[in-house]
């Protein structure tokens, strides 16, 4: 069963990482819209020559190769503070649910 002290730390919880989720977020959405710049960038600055030549030299350069890394690290972050935060946001459900249950008697 879930005490109401458990209750209590995940509303603690949440109500403490709101910034947090918030800027993990902003970070994602960032990094989201900077691969696509880098990505671009390198294709302007790539020697001259096919479509696929210039993508390809975009899509291995080191300032891209960098970006994906930062995008994989912003998604990380923000799957996880999400995760977490929606763990919480259940077992408070789950609190109301049983909650209401025993008052109706169901649950003893």
Do not use: W
């Not at 819209?33 to 294709?43: E, I, N």
Request: hydrophobic share 35%; with cysteine.
């Amino acid at each position: 069963m879930i005490t109401l002290e458990e209750v209590e730390a995940a509303l603690e919880y949440l109500g403490g990482t709101d910034n947090d989720y918030a800027m993990a977020k902003a970070r994602f959405l960032y990094a989201t819209q900077h691969l696509k710049t880098v990505r671009s960038l390198a294709f302007l600055e790539a020697p001259a020559g096919t479509v696929g030549d210039r993508t390809a030299y975009s899509e291995t350069s080191e300032t891209y190769k960098t970006a994906v890394s930062d995008y994989r690290d912003a998604c990380y972050e923000y799957e996880r503070v999400k995760a977490k935060r929606q763990h919480c946001e259940l077992k408070i459900e789950l609190f109301r649910t049983l909650e209401a249950s025993r008052r109706r008697g169901n649950i003893v």
